[in-house]
Every structure is written in structure tokens, then in C-alpha cells.
């Protein structure tokens, strides 16, 4: 039996927290924890690697998810998915990052978030498998 990818979800919205939770339990998937802000997840990325990061782009504090994830990026080698209801063109343009390997539009379905996951983080292994050749 494989071990369960760990999950890390950066997310302010306290109900939209509680849905994840019950998703990810649901999809069999092991939740690392929740962070509501960038300078946290910081903190919980460096005590236990996530396997895929689910990302609010608009946070609260001095970070939002888009800047998060670039120090993210520089510092890490983790798949981030991202999590909005902002779908403006300059917000998804600024969103593209190295490791950017989904956006879901809120509202979020189970089965869409369990497909997103297992696209990220599988062509997370591809493109890391490419890079050391």
C-alpha cells in the first residue's frame, strides 16, 4: 500500500477549510495541516515538505499566495495548485509559475481536486526526472 501524499493547504477562508478537510480525508490523501497566511506556510513547508501545496492566491498578511509561492519556488521543490475565484487575466498570468501545476476556480468539487492533485504531482515527478537527465 503507498503512503498517502501529504497536503498542505494555505487557504484564509475558514469554511472553504473545513470542505478541503473533509475532501481530502475523503480522497484518501493525508492533510500536513492548514495555514490562513504566506508567512506561516513558510514555517510549516520547513519543518515537513508537503507533497502538493493547495494555494490561495489572495491571502491575508504580507504575502499573498502568488508571492508565497515564488519564495516557495526558490527555496523548494513542491508542486503548488491554486485556489480562487479571481479569474482575471492578469490574476491567472501572475499565477504562472515553474511550479504552478493547476488552478481550480472556486467553488471546488471533490472529484476535480482529487484529479488536479494527481496531475500535479505526477507531472511534478516527470518534470524533476527531466531535469536531472
Same mark, same amino acid.
Given at each position: 500500500m503507498s503512503v498517502p501524499k501529504k497536503i498542505l493547504i494555505v487557504e484564509d477562508d475558514r469554511m472553504l477549510c473545513t470542505? #478541503? @478537510?473533509? #475532501? %481530502? @480525508?475523503? =480522497?484518501? +490523501?493525508?492533510l500536513m495541516g #492548514? *495555514? *490562513?497566511?504566506?508567512?506561516?506556510a513558510l514555517i510549516q513547508i520547513k519543518k515537513e515538505k508537503p507533497d502538493v501545496i493547495l494555494?490561495?492566491?489572495? =491571502?491575508e498578511g504580507k504575502?499573498?499566495?502568488?508571492? /508565497? /509561492?515564488?519564495?516557495?519556488?526558490? &527555496? +523548494?521543490?513542491?508542486?503548488?495548485?491554486f485556489v480562487s475565484s479571481d479569474v482575471e487575466e492578469q /490574476? %491567472?498570468? @501572475?499565477?504562472i509559475l515553474d511550479n504552478t501545476y493547476g488552478f =481550480?476556480? &472556486?467553488p471546488i468539487y471533490k472529484d476535480s481536486l482529487g484529479v488536479t492533485i494527481e496531475f500535479a504531482y505526477t507531472?511534478? =515527478?516527470l518534470d524533476r526526472k527531466n531535469r536531472k537527465k
Amino acid at each position: 500500500m503507498s503512503v498517502p501524499k501529504k497536503i498542505l493547504i494555505v487557504e484564509d477562508d475558514r469554511m472553504l477549510c473545513t470542505i #478541503f @478537510n473533509m #475532501f %481530502i @480525508n475523503e =480522497l484518501g +490523501y493525508q492533510l500536513m495541516g #492548514f *495555514s *490562513s497566511d504566506g508567512e506561516d506556510a513558510l514555517i510549516q513547508i520547513k519543518k515537513e515538505k508537503p507533497d502538493v501545496i493547495l494555494m490561495d492566491i489572495h =491571502l491575508e498578511g504580507k504575502l499573498d499566495g502568488i508571492e /508565497t /509561492t515564488k519564495i516557495i519556488q526558490k &527555496k +523548494y521543490d513542491i508542486p503548488i495548485i491554486f485556489v480562487s475565484s479571481d479569474v482575471e487575466e492578469q /490574476t %491567472i498570468k @501572475n499565477a504562472i509559475l515553474d511550479n504552478t501545476y493547476g488552478f =481550480l476556480v &472556486k467553488p471546488i468539487y471533490k472529484d476535480s481536486l482529487g484529479v488536479t492533485i494527481e496531475f500535479a504531482y505526477t507531472k511534478h =515527478l516527470l518534470d524533476r526526472k527531466n531535469r536531472k537527465k
